[in-house]
C-alpha cells in the first residue's frame, strides 16, 4: 500500500546539523512508514521494538508498510508500563537488535509510547555503538515530548532515567490517527505538556489552546496544529542545547513537583500519570513563582482555571489517597535536583509564556511553601 | 604525598574540540592521580572500578592520592578477565556509580586493564547520560590502545564489544612503573599493539623498534617514548575519524586474522591472547598482500623476523592445540566483518608503514590463502 499523505500532515524540522531529522505529524502515517522510512534512509532491515498494548494495535499494519517498501523486519513485544524500563529489558532489546543482524545503517523502530522510546532508543544509542533509530510513538505524550530530543534511559533503583544516552532519532513518524484509540485520560496528560510549551515561552499559543482545547480534544486540523507546534517548541530548545547544560532544564516547567509527587504516589499510575502530575506541578510552580514576587497571582489561576477546564488535576489534594508530609516531598525534590548550599534549581515564571532557569531558589522557601499548600 | 614528575613524563594531547584531553605516560602517576585530575577537572567525587588482580596493588596508592587532593571515592572490585564485560557487570558498575551519587562533573576512574576500561568507560558514558571519565590502564596493551580513543563496550552472546558508546576520558594516566610487574607474555601481547603503529604508517618508528626493541622491553625512557609515540599514532587516527567511518579502521591491522584466531580458540588465553593473536594477524595480513601483489614479499619476512626476536607468535601452527579448518576461520572473519557481495573489507598494506583500508577484497581469495597457510 503506497498511500499518500494528507493534506493535513505537518513536517517539522531539527536541525542539528549532521544528526538533523525531520517529525511528521499527521493521520496514516503508520501505512506509510515504510515509505517514508526508505525515500530518506538507505537501511533495508529494522528490528520493532512495541508493547503487548500496542502490538494488537498496530504492529501488523507498520510490518506490512516496511515489507512493501522492502525493508524486512524483525519484532520484540514487551510487557507494557514503567517497570519495563528496566536492565534487563534494555538486555533482551539489545539481544534482539543484534539477532535480527541490525548494522549501523539498518534500524530500530519504536512503535508505543515513552516506555518503549526509551527504551528502544536506547538499545539504539548504544548497539554497535549505535544504530539508526525511527520513532512511532502512539501516545499523546511521545509524539509532544519523549519521540523529540533523543534523551533515552532506563530506571534505576537509585531513580527514574537515570542511565542512558543522548541518541536523535533518524525520523519521527506522529500517526494522529492512534490518538483516537487513547482513554480520556491518557490524551488530558498528554495535554498536560502540549500546554507546558505554552507556558514556557509561547503565550500566544497558550492563549490559543485556551480558545481551542476543545477542537484539540474532538480531532482533526487543530490538533494536528497543537502537535506540530509542540514539537516545534520543544525542537526549538533542543536545538539551542542538546545536551542540557542549561536552557534545555525549561523542558521541566512544573516536572520537579510532578517529579515529587510520582515518587510520593510511587509511580502508581491508578493514583497518578506522569502527565497529572505536570500539570500540578505548573500550577505550583506558577503559585510558587507569585509567592516569591515574581509573576502575578492572576497567572497562576489563569493557568489553573485552563487545566480544570480540560479536565485535568490541579491540586495535590485531589490525588486520590494520602500524601506523605511536605518534608518528605522535599526530600523527593532535594533528591531529583541537585541542593547546592541550601539552593535548587527551579523554572520558575515571570508570567504566561515567561518562564526561566533559577539557580539559587531557596529550599527553605520551597519547604513553607509546600507545607501551606499541603498543611497536615 | 605531592610526588613530583619524572623528568621522563610525557604528554600527548589528543585534540578532539570539546572532548580534548590529555594522556601522560611516566613513571609514579598512580600516586601523583589526584593532583594531576584535581589540577584540570572540577569533581571532588570518584568511584573506582578495578579488578581483583589489579587491586591488592594499585588500589590504595591511587585512593590515598585521590584523597590527598580533596576527591572522595568509592570502590568496585570486580572479577578479572573477559567475561566481566557482560551486561550484569555493567549494571552492577552502573549501580555503585549511582550510589556514590556521582554527578555529571564528578568520576568514574578505570584502574585496570582494557576489560575494566572498556567496561568502566562504558558506564560513564551512560550514568546520567555520561559523567566524566579517567583512565589509569595497568597494561601495556590498555596503554598503547584500548585506554585512548573513547571506544567503550561490552560483549554479547553475539560477539565481542557489540554494545557500548564512544566516550572519550577526560584524561589517561599511563603509569610506566606499574608495566614493571607484568608477566613476560603479558607485556609481549601488548607489544605487538606497539609495532601495529609503525606497521601502519611510520616506517621510520618501527625501524627504531627492531633496533631498539630490547631497551623498551627494560624499562625507562626508551619504553616511555614507545608508548608515547603509540599514544600519539592512535590519538592522530581517532582524531581524524572519531567515530569510525573510514580511515579509524587502519586500526585494525592483523586483527581481522587475530579475532577470527581468538574466535577458533574460543578466548581460551592459555592458548591465545589478543596481542598474539594480532601479531600472528599481522604476518598473515603482509604475506596475503604479498600474495595480492601489493607489496614484497620481503615486508612479511622483516614483520615476522621482528615480530620473532621479541617472542611473539607469528604462525598459526604455533597455537597450543588443533585449529578448526580455513573454512571455519573464514566464517570467523565474515561475522567479524561485513559481507558484501563476496567482497570483505580488510586492511592491507603496500609494505612496512604503508597500510591502507581495502573495502573489495575477494572472501574466495583469503579462503584459499588461509587453505595453503593452514593446511588440514
Known amino acids: 500500500m503506497n498511500a499518500i499523505a494528507s493534506a493535513f ?27 517514508e522510512i526508505a ?46 524500563k528496566s536492565f534487563e529489558h534494555l538486555m533482551t532489546v539489545c539481544d534482539k537488535v543484534l539477532e535480527a543482524r541490525i548494522e549501523r545503517n539498518d534500524y530500530v523502530i519504536a512503535l508505543g509510547g515513552g516506555v518503549i522510546g526509551d527504551l528502544s532508543g536506547f538499545a539504539a544509542g548504544i548497539v554497535r555503538r549505535g544504530v539508526r533509530f525511527v520513532q512511532v510513538p502512539t501516545s499523546l505524550l511521545s509524539q509532544v515530548d ?21 541518541h536523535q532519532p533518524d525520523l519521527v513518524l506522529a500517526d494522529t ?73 525549561l523542558l521541566n516547567l512544573g516536572h520537579t513537583f510532578g517529579h515529587a509527587l510520582e515518587a510520593a504516589t510511587a509511580y502508581d499510575s491508578s493514583r497518578l500519570v506522569h502527565g497529572e502530575g505536570v500539570s500540578i506541578g505548573m500550577v505550583l510552580a ?49 533528591q531529583d535536583k541537585k541542593v547546592k548550599g541550601g539552593k535548587l534549581t527551579f523554572i520558575l515564571t515571570r508570567g504566561i509564556g515567561q518562564s526561566f532557569v533559577a539557580n539559587d531558589v531557596p529550599a527553605s522557601e520551597v519547604l513553607s511553601f509546600l507545607k501551606e499548600k499541603h498543611p497536615q
Open 9 to 35: 500532515e505537518r513536517k517539522v524540522h531539527v536541525p542539528l546539523g549532521e544528526r538533523a531529522y525531520d517529525i511528521l505529524i499527521g493521520p496514516g502515517l503508520i501505512a506509510r512508514a515504510g515509505t
Open 39 to 84: 525515500s530518506r534512509l538507505k537501511g533495508r532491515k529494522a528490528a520493532v521494538i512495541t508493547d503487548e498494548h500496542v502490538a494488537p494495535l498496530y504492529l501488523e499494519a507498520l510490518i506490512q508498510s516496511l515489507e512493501a517498501a522492502g525493508i524486512a523486519s524483525a519484532t520484540l513485544v514487551l510487557p507494557a508500563g514503567e517497570k519495563t
Open 146 to 166: 519523549s519521540s523529540v530530543g533523543g534523551k533515552t534511559g532506563i530506571n534505576s533503583r537509585h531513580g527514574k532515567n537515570l542511565v542512558g544516552v543522548f
Open 177 to 249: 490517527d492512534v490518538l483516537n484509540s487513547l482513554s480520556a485520560r491518557e490524551f488530558r496528560a498528554g495535554y498536560a505538556e502540549v500546554a507546558k510549551y505554552g507556558l514556557i515561552d509561547k503565550p500566544d499559543f497558550f492563549a490559543w489552546l485556551e480558545a481551542n482545547w476543545q477542537a484539540v480534544f474532538a480531532g482533526g486540523i487543530a490538533r494536528i496544529e497543537a502537535i506540530a507546534t509542540s514539537c516545534q517548541a520543544k525542537s526549538d530548545v533542543v536545538v539551542a542545547d542538546e545536551r542540557e547544560t542549561g536552557q534545555r532544564a
Open 286 to 334: 506558577h503559585e510558587f513563582s507569585a509567592r516569591m514576587n515574581l509573576a502575578s497571582p492572576d497567572d497562576a489561576r489563569r493557568v489553573e482555571s485552563h487545566l480544570k477546564a480540560v479536565g485535568l488535576l490541579t491540586r495535590m489534594a485531589e490525588i486520590p489517597g494520602t500524601l506523605p508530609p511536605a518534608e518528605v516531598l522535599m526530600d523527593a525534590i532535594a
